[in-house]
């Protein structure tokens, strides 16, 4: 069985040293709500994910995470930790694999930020590629992929004006926020070597939706945001980071999933820009992932265009947030000196969909 080789479990590493924090003050706020922890806790950080830096603090009588913002954040609302708990915490209730808030601290003299801590789930975290102690059969890649479409439709089934998330959201308007918001954030972060994209903008201003819906949306929804069983690693135990969660439309959720998921098909240059184990066989297309969602949804036959090119080139800009980093030597990490090419190739799939969606109207008129 999986769970008998530790290699599968995501336990964290050492703490870096220029990120370690006051443990003992973190314990002494701990005991203040939960009186029974025992002894001085082991301490490990968990190195990928999400920005906010995470560690686990592993007492003899209980298992726990605290999630800080990065040292030096100024932009509150870009790591807002009191929002990340509070959404966790009401939604739980209606969201079961939501982990469990244990509190928030908004005390900055603690570690000098303020956190959250949760119970800890162990579990699996299904990365770019399952650990090598873990095969699963096509069968259970199947089974998987369905598990994780079905928490993402869970999700959107729930109804955020009883769980009191309402305010979450700025309302209705939201698909021409994100439009206006992605391209600005492009157009700030450009660099002499990649696309204008004045034609993609152009399209995604003029093919909006005319309908919107809205409901709770994750907004990072992967396969590493998932924590496995390990005796039974087609089951979700938990869904992480919920920082980006708002009140958005579920399509254009849906249409920013697609945009990470590089199936086995995919030419090179996508295969190798993947994350997550999207390519092991049995996994859902994405075309399977548009029908298994919109017949779950009650759908009907939705053309899925705009949320695809939409999550592609928001992908992009992402992609060149970081690059732009790297260009003005903000950064030398040596991995991101060729995200440029990834920002125009991701640019190219833009096009490819919408002249395939052009063809597809022409034939049916």
């Not at 995470?54 to 790591?79: C, E, M, V, W």
């Not at 090598?132 to 869970?154: F, K, N, P, W, Y």
């Given at each position: 069985?999986?769970?008998?080789?530790?290699?599968?479990?995501?336990?964290?590493?050492?703490?870096?040293?220029?990120?370690?924090?006051?443990?003992?003050?973190?314990?002494?706020?701990?005991?203040?709500?939960?009186?029974?922890?025992?002894?001085?806790?082991?301490?490990?950080?968990f190195l990928g994910g999400a920005s906010n830096w995470t560690y686990r603090l592993k007492y003899a009588n209980a298992d726990l995470i605290l999630r800080r913002p990065p040292a030096g954040t100024k932009?509150?609302?870009?790591?807002?930790?009191?929002?990340?708990?509070?959404?966790?915490?009401?939604?739980?209730?209606?969201?079961?694999?939501?982990?469990?808030?244990?509190?928030?601290?908004?005390?900055?003299?603690?570690?000098?930020?303020?956190?959250?801590?949760?119970?800890?789930?162990?579990?699996?975290?299904?990365?770019?590629?399952?650990?090598?102690?873990?095969?699963?059969?096509?069968?259970?890649?199947?089974?998987?992929?369905?598990?994780?479409?079905?928490?993402?439709?869970?999700?959107?089934?729930?109804?955020?004006?009883?769980?009191?998330?309402?305010?979450?959201?700025?309302?209705?308007?939201?698909?021409?926020?994100?439009?206006?918001?992605?391209?600005?954030?492009?157009?700030?972060?450009?660099?002499?070597?990649?696309?204008?994209?004045?034609?993609?903008?152009?399209?995604?201003?003029?093919?909006?939706?005319?309908?919107?819906?809205?409901?709770?949306?994750?907004?990072?929804?992967?396969?590493?945001?998932?924590?496995?069983?390990?005796?039974?690693?087609?089951?979700?135990?938990?869904?992480?980071?919920?920082?980006?969660?708002?009140?958005?439309?579920?399509?254009?959720?849906?249409?920013?999933?697609?945009?990470?998921?590089?199936?086995?098909?995919?030419?090179?240059?996508?295969r190798a820009t993947r994350r997550q184990p999207t390519h092991l066989p049995g996994m859902f297309t994405r075309e399977e992932v548009i029908a298994y969602y919109c017949e779950k949804m009650n759908l009907g036959d939705v053309d899925m265009t705009f949320y695809e090119v939409f999550g592609l080139f928001r992908l992009s800009v992402i992609a060149?947030?970081?690059?732009?980093?790297?260009?003005?030597?903000?950064?030398?990490?040596?991995?991101?000196?060729?995200?440029?090419?990834?920002?125009?190739?991701?640019?190219?799939?833009?096009?490819?969909?919408?002249?395939?969606?052009?063809?597809?109207?022409?034939?049916?008129?």
């Amino acid at each position: 069985m999986p769970s008998t080789h530790s290699t599968v479990i995501d336990r964290g590493v050492e703490v870096r040293p220029e990120e370690r924090f006051d443990v003992q003050a973190v314990t002494e706020w701990l005991l203040r709500k939960r009186p029974e922890l025992e002894g001085e806790p082991e301490v490990t950080q968990f190195l990928g994910g999400a920005s906010n830096w995470t560690y686990r603090l592993k007492y003899a009588n209980a298992d726990l995470i605290l999630r800080r913002p990065p040292a030096g954040t100024k932009a509150k609302s870009a790591h807002n930790m009191q929002r990340e708990h509070d959404i966790q915490l009401m939604l739980k209730r209606f969201y079961p694999t939501v982990p469990t808030m244990v509190g928030y601290c908004s005390d900055t003299s603690i570690i000098g930020t303020d956190f959250y801590v949760m119970e800890r789930i162990e579990g699996i975290i299904p990365r770019k590629n399952l650990p090598g102690d873990l095969q699963l059969s096509s069968e259970q890649v199947r089974t998987l992929c369905t598990e994780m479409l079905d928490q993402l439709i869970a999700l959107h089934q729930v109804n955020y004006v009883e769980a009191g998330l309402d305010s979450l959201g700025k309302g209705s308007g939201y698909i021409e926020r994100q439009v206006e918001g992605w391209i600005r954030r492009y157009d700030q972060a450009k660099t002499w070597n990649v696309t204008h994209a004045k034609q993609i903008k152009r399209w995604l201003r003029e093919h909006q939706p005319r309908q919107e819906n809205l409901c709770i949306t994750h907004n990072d929804f992967r396969f590493d945001n998932l924590v496995l069983n390990p005796d039974n690693p087609t089951e979700i135990l938990a869904v992480l980071d919920w920082e980006l969660a708002t009140i958005g439309d579920p399509l254009m959720e849906l249409g920013n999933m697609l945009a990470y998921w590089v199936q086995a098909d995919d030419d090179r240059l996508a295969r190798a820009t993947r994350r997550q184990p999207t390519h092991l066989p049995g996994m859902f297309t994405r075309e399977e992932v548009i029908a298994y969602y919109c017949e779950k949804m009650n759908l009907g036959d939705v053309d899925m265009t705009f949320y695809e090119v939409f999550g592609l080139f928001r992908l992009s800009v992402i992609a060149q947030q970081i690059y732009y980093r790297y260009h003005h030597k903000q950064t030398r990490n040596p991995q991101f000196k060729n995200f440029w090419i990834i920002v125009n190739y991701l640019h190219w799939r833009c096009w490819r969909l919408i002249r395939r969606n052009g063809r597809t109207q022409r034939r049916g008129r």
